[in-house]
């Protein structure tokens, strides 16, 4: 904690906060789906500008783009976090960059649900975390083929493993830490809070699941 003890802490950790928001707020998916003439992709489908929803074009190679973009915002963000402001600069940078994609202010503060971003930040933060959220990811859609369900389970199944590590994990490991098991818990429930309308309808029996088509909604 001597990091944030000193006078210019806070002002570096909201100089990071900021530019992990701008990078975070780069809508790929409206950017990609635009150029390729696919038009509006917030009226397709959800509606939302994240890589399942651009799957539902029908096309898997913008769909892996965006998921790509998405994900190296993150990463990226965390890197020069850390670089300018070292382990809590990668922290801050990392929640800014999360929640640029779930709130740009370029789109009303109407983003995505965020998960993409999200494995970004934690694989920059700590590979173990990162890895095996995406692994978690992979199985659990392969299983049962929802891609929101995957993305419920893996983040939190992740943030217990966090937890897990910074409690009992090895002290020389330093993001697998008690702040960082407490971003990635901030960066769960935001993840959650986001799916609220998927959660209900994967109560309901009426989630669509991955791969499905969706047609335009205006």
Same mark, same amino acid.
Request: with cysteine; glycine share 14%; proline share 4%.
């Given at each position: ?131 095996? $959220? ?31 590590? $910074? ?16 971003? $990635? ?34």
């Amino acid at each position: 904690m001597t990091e944030l003890a000193s006078a210019n802490a806070w002002p570096m950790l909201l100089a990071m906060l900021a530019v992990g928001y701008l990078l975070g707020s780069l809508p790929f998916g409206l950017i990609v789906t635009r150029l390729a003439s696919l038009g509006d992709i917030r009226k397709i489908g959800s509606g939302n500008i994240g890589a399942t929803n651009v799957l539902r074009t029908g096309n898997k190679k913008l769909a892996a783009a965006t998921l790509l973009l998405d994900g190296l915002k993150g990463f990226v963000a965390v890197l020069i976090g850390g670089y300018a402001g070292g382990f809590y600069g990668g922290l801050a940078a990392g929640l800014g960059a999360v929640l640029g994609h779930l709130f740009p202010v370029w789109l009303g503060f109407r983003g995505g649900k965020g998960m993409a971003t999200a494995l970004g930040v934690l694989l920059g933060l700590s590979w173990v975390i990162g890895v095996l $959220a995406c692994l978690l990811w992979l199985l659990i859609a392969a299983l049962f083929r929802y891609s929101s369900l995957a993305t419920l389970l893996a983040i939190a199944l992740a943030t217990v493993a966090a937890w897990i590590l $910074a409690i009992f994990g090895p002290p020389v490991w330093t993001y697998s830490s008690p702040p960082f098991a407490i971003l $990635a818990t901030v960066l769960t429930v935001l993840v959650w809070a986001k799916h609220h309308e998927n959660i209900a309808r994967l109560l309901r029996g009426s989630e669509p699941k991955i791969g499905a088509v969706a047609r335009s909604t205006s």
